[in-house]
């Protein structure tokens, strides 16, 4: 096959850098209201119909030969099975991955607490984990179990009871991988379900599958449609957009590693986003012939020269504080800070889902085994979300216990406030308990 690359070329001296650099960046989810549509009837059915539904969903959808939801359901057994199928070293791989992963998540476990005033007034907060949380992954050839273990283990070390999976296993085609992690991960329940009515089924619960409190785990565009219609039923985790990698660099790379640092995002899919930004124009230069020069020995040789080819680019930047503003400008999900003295430039980072410090820092380790989550926010989102944590699988609660003494001090402010609003009834209930020598005041 034969490939080529014409990756745009910017400088952000140019007066109309702002605009270019904002088409770059801008992409819309393809859900039309055909899309809209077909999973608002999916999720009706699923409604309505509940297992039936599901059953008749995947015949249709993944070719599954199911005559019941019983043929839809993986048991603990299968899951066990699944870790003597594949190899020694993808076995031991996955259980260091989770182990690191783990290690990384327990340290963002937060903890319950409470402070008590001087007049006797106890002030706090809960936390506790969701009852069910349910992970989506995709299904097929198209499967990652890396998705299964940053998204099952927070859940885990958060405290949350039951995880429920569901997996798509179009034509019968089964991933042992992916069931291999689940079982590490220690997932409970696995129907092999996908697409839209998946989502459904979890949200709302069926007579097999049991509701949940939180949806996560990545999809194709059925599944994100669905994952905004369900939202307020569940929590969901992001609707996620295409991979991102920003690679900012001094020049002092190895410009093969770079280009290989940018095809590992430009690999997942035509949409996904690849850009370099640097001062030194030759080493864009040395960049872009690093690109053409491995492009023909990739595998998906073909998703990355359209990925390249349609968002992706190389920036020349003045110096590297302004190379800084450009990051934080572009929010990326994945940040590569590939130079000398990456710590001196992180306080300038502002915006990154993940920030990957130093050359030898590959993005591609924090997708599988470095520790942190690699579920990120994407398409600028960076600016205002974070990485899937521990932190999404619990909720708190404010706790308030006020003494005799604190309830008619705080009485008294309550009591102004409320009037304010011309809400009597909160007025009095507060003044119920203002102590009586203080009323006569």
């Not at 706090?124 to 992954?137: E, N, S």
């Not at 009871?161 to 220690?186: F, S």
């Not at 696995?190 to 996560?216: C, H, M, N, R, W």
Request: with cysteine; net charge negative; aromatic share 6%.
């Amino acid at each position: 096959m034969t490939v080529s690359t014409a990756i745009a070329r910017l400088n952000a001296a140019d007066p109309d850098f702002a605009r270019h650099l904002d088409h770059l960046l801008s992409w819309e989810s393809v859900s039309d209201d055909a899309v809209n549509q077909r999973v608002l009837d999916i999720i009706k059915a699923v409604r309505e119909r509940g297992d039936a539904a599901l059953v008749e969903f995947t015949q249709r959808f993944d070719g599954v030969d199911a005559k019941s939801i019983d043929d839809l359901i993986l048991g603990r057994e299968r899951l066990e099975l699944a870790l003597t199928r594949i190899t020694p070293g993808q076995r031991e791989a996955l259980e260091k991955a989770a182990n690191r992963v783990r290690m990384y998540h327990e340290r963002q476990k937060q903890d319950s607490w409470q402070y008590t005033e001087a007049d006797g007034t106890v002030l706090g907060q809960k936390v506790t984990p969701l009852d069910r949380a349910g992970l989506y992954v995709p299904g097929g050839k198209a499967s990652y179990p890396s998705s299964v273990l940053m998204n099952a283990i927070p859940a885990k070390v958060a405290g949350v009871a039951e995880v429920v999976m569901v997996v798509p296993t179009p034509r019968g085609e089964v991933n042992e991988l992916v069931l291999a992690a689940a079982c590490i991960a220690g997932v409970d329940r696995v129907f092999t379900v996908g697409g839209a009515q998946a989502v459904a089924a979890l949200a709302y619960g069926t007579e097999s599958v049991p509701q949940v409190d939180k949806i996560v785990g990545p999809g194709n565009i059925y599944v994100a449609t669905a994952k905004r219609h369900v939202f307020g039923q569940v929590g969901i985790d992001m609707i996620a957009g295409p991979s991102e990698i920003l690679v900012v660099c001094d020049g002092q790379t190895d410009p093969d590693w770079i280009a290989m640092d940018l095809f590992s995002q430009a690999e997942h899919d035509e949409d996904a986003q690849a850009i370099l930004v640097s001062p030194d124009a030759a080493f864009l230069d040395r960049v872009a012939a690093s690109i053409d020069k491995l492009l023909p020995t990739m595998e998906r040789a073909g998703i990355i020269e359209k990925s390249i080819n349609g968002r992706g680019a190389l920036i020349q930047v003045r110096d590297m504080q302004q190379a800084m503003e450009v990051a934080n400008r572009i929010a990326p999900e994945h940040l590569e800070l590939s130079v000398a003295d990456p710590q001196a430039w992180l306080p300038h980072i502002r915006h990154a889902g993940a920030i990957f410090m130093g050359r030898h820092t590959s993005e591609a380790l924090g997708d599988y085994c470095a520790g942190p989550n690699h579920v990120l926010p994407t398409s600028g989102t960076a600016r205002f979300s974070s990485p899937l944590g521990v932190y999404d699988f619990q909720k708190r609660s404010s706790i308030i216990f006020c003494s005799e003494q604190g309830a008619s001090e705080l009485g008294h402010t309550a009591s102004v406030l409320a009037r304010g609003e011309s809400l009597t009834a909160h007025a009095r209930s507060a003044e119920y308990r203002i102590l009586t020598q203080e009323k006569g005041n």
